[in-house]
């Protein structure tokens, strides 16, 4: 379960790496901003179900469009500068967004348990499993097919790609590589957004999950490979896997497992598992 | 050549120098008690600040896990005070500067082969790595509750814990820290680090071993940040897992980059200039954050040179150190 | 006296063989020219004689030392200077600082903390002087990246020659610079390096250039060496006259 959320988020993160080069510190933030979003959202939506699944989608979406603003009006400045000058940019808006968030929704968690409990539970090896897991997968696996098919499918994805591994070449044939950063961007908000926003009917949103979800993110994403959505999956299943396993088997060295296992691979093959190697 | 010229300042800095020392140095007598803790902080994170500068601006390698070191010194010492009971604040500091070396020593070592987005890559899961440590360990870092009760020990004698001496015994660190890292910078050392960061390859070429004197400079600044907690840890009577934090790694490059990374005394004016930001935000609204976020990202768009760099510009200094 | 010498040095990137079996070698205060159509493998192997590439096989020697494993700057510091066919300085530091740092790593003071570097003296002396030599002393304090292209081109020797090596190696260093200035720097080059017992080794596409100002031509093709000795015979010799020239005998 662990395994679907952090594909989302990491596979967002690697995109926006991968395309545009910035490695977004703020991207455990717009994940608690889709998941809060969806809290409202559930909400309002009332008792109808089809309403609070879709609540959850439209929550996804709309962080997409918190990307593209933060994009138009701030990131493209910044594109020339040194790397220092994005990762302080994005951390700015890391503050910013966990402030704004304890504005808008106050202190303490917030859950919208509907959708959880409208799903029940099934019995698994003789233990209940909550039912909404399985759309979580469902979600995730859906998103990631989706995601799939617009990048190797797709004109857009086509160009998106292009892009990414060479964009002075893709701007020579025509592509407006400033709107393909807004775009790409703004997808990777929607993930990270939507990543969130799926998860609150079981986990509620709280202030910290963004800053949290962010160390973690990164650390997937160096071990699987920045700018590698192969990597990103493998990565997500490794920390997934060990978040399941870890806390059982040991749970004293299990944060710290996590890094030891980033500092290693970037240690050895600082490229990540599937990620480019850089000269 | 008089000491002003030894250490490469020209007279008026020295003059301006210690009109700011007297102002420091006369706080108590006109501030509060809030305001005076406050200024000790400012001190603590601008000797963090201006190590972690010889990394950032001298060397031009981003680490995104230098809270590491300074939770490391934070924590020597308020173990050092509260389970060993040491009185004496030289052992406690030397102990504490020597145990975040060897920190920054085993970490830089494997860091400092790789450059940019690796590097902070890297240092980043380090820190993680020893805030983990800190959170997990309850039997020697009781874990999230952090160590509490630091009391302030005695320098050669003075008891610090009595009146303002504890506030003076730090602007006497910063006066120190300065004067050290300004010789350093100067020196023909320093300026092998600037060389390395404007063209490491030519550097090679050029007889510089970069990896070794990155490693040296990696230890040095992990030293000050590893004193800048040492010192912090009593003054705030309490440390915990926090200190190790990413956050607070970003806080620190955030401060340097608000003081002006490219000039010396930068780093420092951005560490007062922060805690003050801090103070007056919070006095304003308890959504402190978005205050301090937006003076972030208005610096990063609009004044990349931070403070003492668009001051330096608009005074007409060229942009060097 | 031999200073450098090469042994069946050879590297390869895959397919290409870049450098064949190379046997180089190379006298002591001569001025040798490395010559031969574009991938004939003259950049490769200055790479493997200043430490950035490793061979696959064969070995440098360098003042009867086996140089072939050692890094770049271990290798710079045992003597050998290199300048760069794409200009390679500390664009954002002043032209003094270019010539300084040199000379820190040549007296072995980059490790001093605790001197004033504008207080040594000896550093200053030395850098007024060899900045005098290249004629850029009156720019001593203007920022590297704003000098004219040909005057960089001389800043980058200057760098490499403030090290005080026995040898040079310089890559292509009249490209880029107009006729004029060819013949500036050649006979800069060449007064310094003969003036100081330097060693030179240079790689050039010029063949003017080199005929008149080389000691010795080496000529290579394909990664190996086709044809070595004087100008004039070299230039005779029919092989070298095809390969460049694709004249028939």
Redesign the interface.
């Known amino acids: 379960m662990y395994t679907c959320t952090y594909f989302l988020i990491t596979a967002g993160l690697s995109l926006i790496f991968g395309v545009l080069g910035i ?1 977004n ?1 703020a991207h455990g933030s717009l994940y608690m901003l889709g998941a809060y979003a969806a809290v409202t959202l559930v909400r309002l939506s009332g008792p109808s179900p089809i309403l609070q699944f879709l609540s959850l989608v439209v929550a996804g979406l709309s962080i997409g469009l918190v990307g593209m603003l933060l994009e138009r009006l ?1 990131l493209r ?2 594109y020339q ?1 040194q ?3 994005q ?3 994005t ?10 968030v ?2 808008l929704w106050g202190l303490y968690p917030e859950a919208a348990t509907g959708p959880y409990k409208l799903m029940g539970s099934s019995s698994i090896f003789g233990m209940p499993y909550p039912n909404y897991n399985f759309i979580i997968m469902i979600g995730s696996a859906s998103v990631a097919l989706l995601l799939f098919v617009l990048l190797f499918k797709t004109w857009l994805g086509r160009v998106i790609r292009a892009t990414s591994l060479n964009r002075e070449l893709a701007s020579a044939v025509g592509v407006n590589v400033n709107r393909i950063y807004t775009y790409t961007f703004a997808l990777g908000a929607v993930l990270a957004g939507f990543g969130g926003a799926l998860i609150i009917p079981s986990t509620a949103a709280s202030v910290g999950m963004g ?1 949290d979800v ?2 973690e993110a ?2 997937i994403v ?1 071990i699987g490979g ?1 700018g590698s959505l192969k990597g990103a999956f493998v990565g997500s299943l490794t920390v997934g896997l060990l978040r399941s396993f870890g806390i059982a088997a040991f749970p ?2 299990e ?2 497992l996590l ?2 296992i ?2 290693s691979v ?2 050895i093959r ?1 490229w990540g598992l599937f990620g480019k190697r850089l000269t | 050549m008089g000491f002003a010229a030894r250490i490469g300042l020209q007279r008026t800095t020295l003059v301006t120098y210690a009109v700011l020392v007297l102002i420091l140095l006369s706080l108590p007598l006109y501030a509060s008690r809030a305001h005076v803790f406050l200024a000790g902080k400012a001190l603590t994170m601008a000797i963090f600040a201006l190590g972690f500068n010889l990394i950032l601006g001298y060397l031009g390698m981003v680490s995104f896990g230098h809270a590491a070191y300074y939770a490391v010194g934070a924590y020597t010492a308020g173990l050092l005070i509260t389970r060993l009971s040491i009185k004496s604040f030289e052992i406690v500091l030397l102990s504490s500067v020597a145990t975040a070396a060897l920190v920054a020593g085993v970490i830089g070592f494997l860091c400092v082969r790789h450059t940019r987005i690796y590097f902070a890559l890297l240092t980043l899961a380090f820190a993680q790595m020893i805030y983990a440590f800190l959170l997990k360990e309850y039997s020697i870092t009781r874990g999230s509750e952090g160590i509490a009760g630091i009391s302030k020990p005695e320098i050669l004698g003075v008891a610090l814990d009595y009146g303002n001496n504890y506030y003076y015994f730090l602007l006497l660190m910063f006066i120190a820290s300065l004067v050290i890292l300004k010789i350093i910078v100067n020196s023909p050392f320093g300026k092998t680090l600037q060389a390395i960061r404007e063209n490491a390859v030519r550097s090679e070429f050029v007889g510089v071993s970069v990896p070794r004197y990155r490693w040296i400079a990696f230890v040095l600044s992990g030293m000050f940040s590893g004193l800048g907690g040492a010192l912090f840890a009593p003054l705030n009577m309490h440390v915990s897992p926090e200190l190790a934090y990413w956050t607070f790694s970003g806080e620190i490059v955030f401060i340097t980059i608000l003081g002006g990374h490219g000039i010396f005394e930068g780093p420092a004016l951005g560490a007062f200039a922060f805690e003050f930001l801090k103070y007056f935000a919070l006095g304003l609204t308890i959504y402190w954050l978005i205050i301090v976020g937006s003076v972030l990202i208005v610096i990063v768009l609009l004044f990349p040179k931070g403070i003492a760099g668009t001051l330096g510009d608009l005074v007409g200094k060229r942009w060097s150190k | 006296m031999i200073v450098l010498k090469t042994e069946q040095l050879k590297k390869h990137f895959g397919e290409v063989r870049a450098v064949d079996g190379v046997d180089l070698s190379v006298d002591k205060g001569s001025l040798t020219a490395i010559v031969g159509p574009n991938g004939a493998g003259k950049t490769t192997l200055i790479n493997l004689i200043s430490g950035l590439l490793m061979p696959d096989s064969g070995k440098v020697l360098f003042l009867d030392r086996d140089i072939t494993k050692l890094p770049i700057h271990a290798r710079a510091r045992l003597g050998i200077g290199r300048c760069f066919q794409i200009v390679n300085l500390y664009e954002g530091l002043t032209v003094f600082d270019n010539i300084r740092i040199p000379l820190i790593s040549s007296k072995g003071i980059g490790g001093n903390m605790i001197s004033s570097l504008d207080a040594k003296r000896s550093v200053t002396e030395e850098a007024h002087e060899i900045l005098g030599r290249f004629g850029l002393l009156e720019r001593k304090n203007m920022i590297a990246r704003d000098l004219p292209h040909g005057d960089k081109k001389i800043l980058d020797i200057a760098v490499a020659y403030a090290l005080n090596p026995a040898m040079l190696l310089l890559d292509e260093p009249t490209s880029g610079v107009s006729t004029f200035e060819k013949t500036k720097v050649m006979e800069l080059t060449r007064g310094l390096i003969k003036g100081k017992g330097i060693t030179a080794l240079v790689v050039e596409h010029d063949m003017d250039v080199v005929s008149s100002y080389s000691d010795k031509i080496v000529v290579l093709h394909q990664g190996k060496v086709l044809a070595e000795g004087p100008p004039k015979e070299v230039m005779e010799n029919h092989q070298v006259r095809s390969v460049f020239l694709g004249v028939e005998k």
């Open positions: 490695l510190c701030q400045f910044i500068r790397d220092t000058y990762l302080l940019l951390y700015g808006w890391v503050l910013v967004f966990d402030d704004v304890k504005l800053t962010l160390v990164f650390a160096a920045l004293e060295i944060t710290a890094y030891l980033t500092a970037l240690l600082p």
